[in-house]
Antibody
Framework: EVQLQQSGPELRRPGSSVKLSCKAS????????MHWVKHRPEHGLEWIGW????????KYAQKFQSKATLTADTSSNTAYMQLSSLTSEDTATYFC???????WGQGVMVTVSS | DIRMTQSPASLSASLGETVNIECLAS??????LAWYQQKPGKSPQLLIY???SLQNGVPSRFSGSGSGTQYSLKINSLQSEDVATYFC?????????FGSGTKLEIK
């Protein structure tokens, strides 16, 4: 059974960074891209980008080009997203999702507050 | 970026009714459109892909249609478990973009 297990909630100070994980089970992450999506209730869903874990190729939405860094560790079958220079605008729930978006992680809440 | 204009923003209907949700793309997306259902505190669930293909395991009362720039999601025989927010998404062009969502409630 395919599952995407994300790390737990995070509380960070403005200006800091955070690294979120998404551990896949039931398949090899090298077989599919991994997408990341941001959700804020008042702003809806925003696509951040994808990584190809097989070769590390990435594609970002321009808006997140300098905010998010996507990586993957094939030995642990885990994808990661680092968010840098955090502001209140980064407070959101972040999802990983396997294309064609039929499998999603449970989401991780990131709160940025002083 | 392709803008997805979704309507209505909220919808209240009775059990057993049929409801329609619309998405208008700012340019032709060639049926590269998906519909998702999201319940509070949960991740989105794929309902429809390629505008009209039903995802495995999704009840047949859900259906999608449309082409070009205009798409719709139809829910027949509304059930209590259908209470959720519904989103459309285009994946024809980067960045992938989502509609703003339709919150569906039961009268």
């Amino acid at each position: 059974e395919v599952q995407l297990q994300q790390s737990g909630p995070e509380l960070r100070r403005p200006g800091s960074s955070v690294k979120l994980s998404c551990k896949a089970s039931g398949y090899s992450i090298t077989d599919y891209l991994m997408h990341w999506v941001k959700h804020r209730p008042e702003h809806g869903l925003e696509w951040i980008g994808w990584i190809d874990p097989e070769d590390g190729e990435t594609k970002y939405a321009q808006k997140f080009q300098s905010k998010a860094t996507l990586t993957a560790d094939t030995s642990s079958n885990t994808a990661y997203m680092q968010l840098s220079s955090l502001t209140s605008e980064d407070t959101a729930t972040y999802f990983c999702a396997r294309p064609p978006f039929d499998y999603w992680g449970q989401g991780v809440m990131v709160t940025v507050s002083s | 970026d392709i803008r997805m204009t979704q309507s209505p923003a909220s919808l209240s209907a009775s059990l057993g009714e049929t409801v329609n949700i619309e998405c208008l793309a700012s340019e032709d997306i060639y049926s590269d459109l998906a519909w998702y259902q999201q319940k509070p505190g949960k991740s989105p669930q794929l309902l429809i892909y390629n505008a009209n293909s039903l995802q495995n395991g999704v009840p047949s009362r859900f259906s999608g249609s449309g082409s070009g720039t205009q798409y719709s999601l139809k829910i027949n025989s509304l059930q209590s478990e259908d209470v959720a927010t519904y989103f459309c998404q285009q994946y024809n062009n980067y960045p992938f973009t989502f509609g703003s969502g339709t919150k569906l409630e039961i009268k």
